[in-house]
């Protein structure tokens, strides 16, 4: 561990206005507040901690668990996009404001973060486009399979340094948001161990991959209410809540951590959900 705790003004202000801006919709709404929205908080809260802590699970981990709350997919899938969207980009501001990666102008970080964003986008479109190609299941399991074997060649390899390559990245990117869009995960822990595997280092690569999903997310929201369709407020709420209580806690956490530890526990987490989801299919 290097250094100590900031919990400063900034994150204990950002945390006050978050539950005084959710206690004022409430109100606003006439919307009680009850255990079970109190429960999706605290949820969405330790899922976006895991999250913009190491770049992955927030989606893996919290759709099926909603899911088995009896939430239907139509009223879930907008409010994670719209929820990884606010703490994707919160995320970004204090991963740079804690010194894990570097957003100024002209930085390689920023122009990593901006590379992949654009190839997220473009690969979105392209992912939608060759869906109905493959049948589903297959790709879940190749999904599965690519991103536990990524994580497993982090654990063997995280003390070896890489050369940045931008055809890496470039590839990453396509890889990465052709996956989110043909199954709705994988993106995160492919992004994040990818970037290691390029020669990014472990804590950089967090907030990379916020702020590269964020701008996705962005393009799945956009493209969401395009089409007519409404959030369920009485879930969106409570999600982008907890979502963005997590953030100043998650990303000083990574500015704690040992970066060779960092790297270890991206490969255990990564080779989780790679077999969470080949399970998810198989069982």
Known sequence: MTGGWRLNRKRIVWIALIIA???AISAARGAPITPKIIGIILLCFACELVDSSLGMGYGTALTPILLAMGYSPLQLVP???FSELMSGFAASYFHHDSGNVDFS???RD?????LLAAGSVLGVGVGVSLAVRVPADMLKIIIGVIITGAGAAIWVLHA???AYRTWKMVALAATASFNKALSGGGYGPLMTSGQVLSGIEGKASVGITSFAEAFTCLIGVILFLAKGKRFDYDLLVPMVTGALLSVPLSTEFVRHIDELKLKR???VVTVLLGLFTLYKVLA
């Open 21 to 23: 801006a959710f206690a």
């Open 79 to 81: 409010s994670v996009l």
């Open 105 to 107: 102008r002209r930085t």
């Open 110 to 114: 920023l122009k990593v973060a901006s």
């Open 160 to 162: 070896r340094t890489f």
């Open 265 to 267: 526990l991206i490969a």
